[in-house]
């Protein structure tokens, strides 16, 4: 991979990755470029390149034309201007406080990348409201087609090679159209989180009848900071598959490095707006108030966020649920919430402003991810009372964001053992209609500190076959420190493993497409092919060349494991030539192949083969 | 850690784990010291120490006395030697094949630590022939206050803290007596593997009732050999879990390095007979027959073996359904077994022979671990019609062994989508008359080449909880290379994860206790706890040092994931703490605990905190 040297902030990793390319597809009835990845085979082997979907952005181009300051291509920009109902005004002016009230010395340069905010002032604005109206927006005929991929080439294979699957419920259609995704968003059972100030945004759709897809964190905190670090993890989570990305930052300069990530950023990007409320005032959570808050909602939408982390589920008559518990309460914004309730003996000012949060939200498109401040931290508090009071509040305030246009999704845990975990998702489905769940894991036991992306990732395949519709991520150094670019790596890659095996499960037509392409290229011993179709090509190869580092091995017909004389696909491969060149002998005249197969089976005699 | 230096013929890995002391039990009933592991917490927490199962032997003691040319203590010897109808004699002389006719320079210095070989001449000699005549065995007893682990504390705790659990039908006792183990094995539904010849075995059950296990695979292969590597590769598989420990080497010197291995292994030790004896043909399957094959059976039982996987499933009539698949056959034994069917045009001399082979196992209390040699290698292959095909005749072949008085358990699949996982269980537990089923895996999908553990974890978890007893590790090199001492470690630790989650969702009584002092410990900020209950410190404790990594952030009230600020776990604390002040000075005289939680929640006014 090359490393790209742009001007400001500092260097992301560009380039594609090894055996791949990227493909654009403009679709005949839009004018728009699809993007795609496209792994190249052997051509030996007559194999078409493999297209895999693609979350990773201009980044991953051969030649690509990144510069952090000018920010990507505003692909939305054209549609949006279209688009009645919207207006573009001055905007907020830039606080001293939305950076910390950092000195002058530690603010980082804001990205000069300006864009003049616009906002919803007609009766249409929210993808909700579009659908809801019958209208199919350009980001619904974009994730159509994004979604689409591979079910030519699965249904039009043979019948037996069809993706079988058990879906609970969960409508996978054979083809994604785009008046599919547009009836699933007015159903509110799928959201495109896509804040009309994410101008540069590549849409992509999240909802149980559509591919799982993957969130990563980043944010700096309190103990670090760095704007360069903060928009290569963003670059980095994509690179390795993740869909959207949460910038968590609590720390200084907020504003900037969120800037700097939104103008770059083909994913959409959630954020807590909690977090920055409390560091505008001092950390102190008895100080939050409903002033700072919206003017942190406006702030945030202004500049692009496309999904917003809101508390508003945990009220006062909540709290005391959790002091039986082994663990408390473990979120972030739940826990600052349950303070200020507390300490103020007041119901939530974020409940009980909902509609008002609903308005703002509505005005830019941002979508809720309504959040689950009292999810289980631990194995012994999974699907309790305060947890489940919680969900039904979400329940709730969901039908009110719907009423009000907005896209919804529900934030689910957390910590559950597996046999618990089917219970979170059906009582989701039920409580919240059926709009999108989006869950931390959920881990599946407590036993395993640097190894929680395992005990999670079993908890976010279930989930995710349950019928989850985006998966966050757990990197190694969950309950640890903060993830690095390893960590965050191996977190994503552990995660879309997670949502591979559920679209798997569930059936979705072109899921099993990749499988099988790497399972032949095991069995003809391509080794690079199987290299690049892999999840992590670099990862793959360099365990491999750890046993058998010469180019020869890389065409080899064996492997370490057993070395040439066992190899068991060998044996198999010569047993089919031995089979064929019997056949053709001894039988090729005498009777046709079915009827010898139905023989053999029957006498359990002489042996036939197909090749 | 210490590095232990004996001897011969290397150095293995000795101490006892960070934070934790091995701990014997010896019941009242019996002259036998049942091994622990006792975690130790911190005294200002007043909690005792954690009891945890340990498959790790002596070389987990503080001051180990290991001698790997003398070998371990032989504590069966004693109850072997009052054991009516075993006879000591002299045994197979070994031969120049059994190390692959290496020269005398390449030969492994044979292991001095000789025992004369014993075999069974009386009506009863196996755990499954003591089981059906109503005898309790030592190894009974033994296995009986391992598995206990727990249950009284568990069971002593608050209704509401005992453990709940989905067991799928499985019968989880509250507690484990001897006569519940023997009921199990005379049942077929569970087995001890303790060749009467493996007088150093720490006897283990395996079995749907019991704790889910987990084996782990070592050997040399034709491109590597050492016997130092080797039986440290054991001595390290079982310090971090490995309850069974499977050597699967095909190179030279394989006698040799057995029996290094066995003198020293506190776990019972598989093997798969046809690898040797196709070295002893010099790798050329068309030349294995029904002699070479007995013969190897005996030198290795009369070594001590306590599992075969023999691959009698794998039968001439079989062959033809593999000839569609994907990924053809990818069990090396039942590759082996396919060409020599499919040369010969003759039923596999396993299945033919099966009589015999039983004849022999029974002698020495072997178990047959049934091997699945037509096991899917790719997702599209799962649950094919090879697959059931062998699994319906190792069903009738159960039956054989148990009417020959033979311990049995079943292998199974490989690569399987989610959705198909329960399947293969409910098909192995009907077919099988519930004999313990071993799976390697399932690896749920088969995109991730490098991350196998982790494709492989989510099955391996899903069909532990469905009832298989006992997981084959699978480690990130699978598919790639051999697996070094960290990939080792990475693969049982991962296992170990799956296991346990298994358990918890399965509800065993004592499965919890290790999460509930987990999460306990997180709650209270002892970090050193943490390190010390978790599967493996020594990366916890590196994880969280690389971001905190000074001693006095060992004792602090946060965590490098939100900073002090931010900690919600602190805020949770400081909650209970300023509840409980304002219900002392408010409420205490006034009204009852529950009167007054009960009029919060009628009321959703004041707030009560329990504490």
Known sequence: MNVHTPRQPSSVTTGPLPGSRKAYVTPSCADMRIPFREILLDPASGEPPLRVYDPSGPYTE?????????????????????????????????????NGNVSDEALAEPCPARRAPRRGVGALVTQYEFARAGIITEEMVYVAHRENLGREAALAGAAERRADGESFGAQIPDFVTPEFVRAEIAAGRAIIPANINHTELEPMIIGRNFLVKVNS?????????????????MVWSIRWGADTVMDLSTGRNIHNIRDWILRNAPVPIGTVPIYQALEKVGGDALKLDW?????????????????????????????PLTASRTTGIVSRGGSIMARWCLSKHQESFLYERFDEICDIMRKYDVSFSLGDGLRPGSIADANDAAQFGELETLGELTKVAWDKGCQVMIEGPGHVPMHKIKENMDKQLRECGEAPFYTLGPLTTDIAPGYDHITSAIGAAMIGWFGTAML????????????DRDDVKTGVITYRIAAHAADLAKGHPGARLRDDAMSRARFDFRWQDQFHIGLD???????????LPKEAHKVAHFCSMCGPKFCSMKITQDLRQEAAAMQNEKDLAEKGMAEKSAEFLEKGGKLYLET
């Not at 510069?67 to 009645?84: F, H, M």
């Not at 945030?300 to 709290?319: K, M, N, P, S």
């Not at 090509?537 to 046993?547: G, L, R, V």
């Open 62 to 98: 051969a030649q690509p034309h990144i510069d952090l300051a000018t920010g990507l291509p505003q692909i939305r920009d054209g549609w949006l201007a279209r688009r009645e109902g919207l207006e573009t005004y001055a905007g907020r002016a830039v606080k001293a406080e939305d």
């Open 217 to 233: 964190n980043i944010g700096n905190s309190a103990l670090t900071s760095s704007v360069a670090e903060e928009v290569e993890k």
């Open 291 to 319: 002033e700072v808050f919206k003017d942190t909602l406006i702030e945030q939408a202004e500049q692009g966020v496309d999904y917003f982390t809101i508390h508003a589920g945990v009220r006062l008559q909540h709290v």
């Open 537 to 547: 090509p670099d990862t793959a190869k360099q365990f491999h060349d750890e046993t």
């Open 472 to 483: 966050c991520y757990v990197t190694p150094k969950e309950h640890l420190g903060l993830p």
